[in-house]
């Protein structure tokens, strides 16, 4: 009873006890790399010693905030698994050898944490990147799709348009994120009013747990483990290999809508309207808002013909004077290509920008979001189009709720924000990072974040895991195991209160000397 008093006694305090490293002496690491190597073909095996290595590790990464952290401290090695037993050696021969594993799908984790440690001279660990497992096996005539972790939502959208036409998959408006992200931490987009998140269109899974063993489906998971993946946050519970999808009826013509107002054409209107407007109008249409100098621009998807969508907006919606030269229709895969590429769809096939992983280092950003559950005002919105940007270039994301999303329970999965939010914001923030090597954040973000406080979801504050933000506090190890009540500050903000203990009562169960941690990992109930 001493001992677990005053664990604590230190994590109500919020004192940091180091726990015995896992990867304590170079000796483990070689023993490692030595048990890697007689289950793992070597080349799929990268170590820094590689010239291959640093690529790889930075392929993936668009942030240029998040380069120097990683290059930096890197891991032992990056395996770069083709199949599952592959993926079960790695995690057996780091249990057996003190080694922790990040897993990387497509590396669009805001702060970086599938594959790289924020803590300076931490315990040492390995990178499992997913690439290589990005198959896509369609069923047209059962309306399914298994996909394979470390495909991109663009590979999915292709192949299952491909395959299967008049049948599309609710997620993210970017292409080179990866499924397994996105499913993990819940997928918004804007098909969730009329289909719910991606997390809440999965009908199955495999994944590898803690120990290394192959779980083939959701029977040989159980119910808390399946629940607790589709939502719950990547790298948590253990690696998810493939995800059954259900997918969903789309119509041979969409209709892509795009609007821009500055503040003199009544965009402060426009937006104070469009708060309570967009979370009700009909499923199949949403109207989603980018606000970035001064400047609003409506990006609309509809699930029908441009006639209909420009009716519905001069009824309900006047101040945009929306009209069919606003409007393009197009294939849903088009649309998918169109909202993230723009006009490059007229010059490129589909396939050369949905399936191509390789990207270019994008400028230094930092992100956070909230939840709105009441509108602002007229005048709050006038002054946060009029806040300074400073340094920084600043943008906000409006993504509408309402629809379907208003009808499922938040306790249906992990992701909790549900029938009382009118819509999500992201802000993003992105400089040239010339300012004392870019490790200084221009305060645009923070302090709007901090002005935003009295107009958004209270008690508490939401976020969205998808949009990972270090700052609202990261994981304190005490006895080897990350504690629960200092969790609860970053983890009932993404997950509830209700969610967040259900998690760490199933991490408890699966997980529950830690293996799968990280600095905003789900801790293991009880004991902190």
């Not at 668009?62 to 790695?90: D, E, F, G, K, M």
Request: with cysteine; hydrophobic share 40%; net charge positive.
């Amino acid at each position: 009873m001493a001992s677990i008093a005053l664990v604590l006694a230190f994590c109500f305090l919020g004192f940091y006890v180091p726990a015995p490293s896992l990867a304590s002496s170079s000796n483990n690491h070689n023993d490692f790399l030595r048990c890697l190597s007689t289950s793992i073909p070597s080349q799929l095996v990268l170590t820094p010693s590689s010239p291959s290595f640093t690529p790889l590790l930075v392929s993936s990464i668009r942030n240029a905030r998040l380069v120097a952290p990683a290059t930096a401290n890197p891991p032992l090695c990056i395996v770069t698994p083709t199949n599952a037993s592959h993926v079960q050696a790695a995690v057996r021969c780091g249990r057996r050898h003190s080694v922790r594993v990040r897993v990387r799908s497509a590396g669009h984790d805001n702060e970086g944490l599938s594959y790289r440690s924020v803590t300076p001279n931490g315990e040492a660990f390995a990178v499992i990147d997913l690439s290589k497992l990005h198959t896509v096996h369609v069923n047209p005539h059962k309306a399914t799709a298994w996909v394979e972790t470390g495909a991109t939502t663009g590979e999915l959208y292709y192949r299952v348009a491909t395959a299967a036409p008049g049948l599309g998959f609710p997620a993210s408006v970017c292409p080179t994120v990866g499924v397994g992200g996105i499913i993990s931490g819940g997928g918004i987009g804007l098909m969730m009013r009329k289909y719910g998140l991606s997390a809440d269109n999965v009908l199955d899974a495999s994944m590898v747990d803690a120990d290394g063993n192959l779980l083939a489906n959701k029977n040989a998971m159980g119910d808390d483990l399946f629940w607790a993946i589709r939502g719950g946050g990547g790298g948590n519970f253990g690696i998810v290999l493939a995800w059954k999808l259900r997918l969903v009826p789309v119509p041979p013509k969409v209709t892509f809508l795009k609007v821009a107002k500055t503040m003199d054409q009544g965009a402060v209107d426009a937006v104070t309207k469009w708060q309570t407007l967009a979370p009700v109008l009909p499923d199949d249409l949403s109207v989603r808002v980018v606000i970035q100098k001064s400047q609003a621009n409506f990006q609309s998807l509809y699930l029908g013909n441009c006639s209909t969508v420009v009716a519905t907006m001069r009824s309900r919606f006047p101040e945009l004077g929306v009209t069919s030269a606003d409007c393009k229709e197009m294939s849903w895969l088009q649309y998918t290509a169109y909202i993230y590429f723009g006009e490059a769809v007229n010059s490129k096939p589909l396939e050369a920008l949905l399936l191509n992983r390789s990207t270019t280092l994008g400028p230094f950003v930092k992100n956070k979001s909230d939840y709105v559950k009441k509108a602002l005002t007229k005048e709050t919105w006038k002054k946060i189009f009029l806040w300074p940007n400073g340094a920084g270039s600043g943008q906000l994301i409006l993504e509408p709720h309402g629809g379907i999303m208003g009808r499922i329970s938040a306790a249906k999965n992990p992701f909790p924000h549900r029938s009382s939010v009118l819509y999500n914001i992201q802000y993003v923030e992105l400089w040239n990072g010339k300012e004392a090597g870019g490790n200084i954040t221009p305060n645009w973000i923070g302090s709007l974040y901090d002005f935003m406080t009295p107009y958004v979801s209270k008690n508490t504050r939401g976020a969205y895991v998808n949009y990972r933000d270090l700052d609202m506090g990261v994981n304190k190890v005490v006895g080897g195991v990350t504690c629960y009540e200092t969790a609860k500050v970053w983890g009932e903000r993404y997950f509830g209160a209700a969610n967040f203990r259900r998690l760490a009562k199933i991490k408890r169960k699966v997980d529950a000397t830690d293996y799968f941690r990280n600095e905003q990992s789900v801790p293991p109930l009880p004991l902190c």
